[in-house]
């Protein structure tokens, strides 16, 4: 049975960076794709950053284009997300996703699509940008 677990989040000041990971198991790394999500109070979910485990690609939302990467490990069956000039509107818990192949047609569609039933979830780690 897949499953998620999310690590690497905390308190970091504006300006700060943090790395993210998303340690996978019970899968076959080349049958998925993985994504960072993230949901703040009062927002909408929002998708960060995905990722093709199989061949590596991925996909940004404008929003953070530029200031997260996301990047994979398959020996590792890990992901993680390089968040730079994090800014107090980042505040949020961030949770990593994984789709089987054919669950989401392309990794753009992936983030796009918030929510998606089929989707495995990790727990969620906070972020939270403060002075």
């Known amino acids: 049975q897949l499953q998620l677990v999310e690590s690497g989040g905390g308190l970091v000041q504006p300006g700060g960076s943090l790395r993210l990971s998303c340690v996978a198991s019970?899968?076959?790394?080349?049958?998925?794709?993985i994504g960072w999500f993230r949901k703040a109070p009062g927002k909408e979910r929002e998708g960060l950053s995905c990722?093709?485990?199989?061949?590596?690609?991925?996909y940004y939302p404008d929003s953070v284009k530029g200031r997260f990467t996301i990047s994979r490990d398959n020996a590792k069956n890990t992901v993680y997300l390089q968040m730079n000039s994090l800014k107090p509107e980042d505040t949020a818990t961030y949770y990593c996703?994984?789709?089987?192949?054919?669950?989401?047609?392309?990794?753009?569609?992936?983030?796009?699509?918030?929510?998606?039933?089929?989707?495995?979830w990790g727990q969620g780690t906070q972020v939270t940008v403060s002075s």
């Open positions: 996703a994984a789709d089987k192949r054919g669950l989401s047609t392309t990794v753009q569609a992936m983030c796009v699509m918030t929510y998606k039933l089929g989707r495995t």
């Open positions: 019970g899968f076959t790394p080349d049958n998925y794709a």
């Open positions: 990722i093709s485990m199989r061949d590596g690609n991925t």
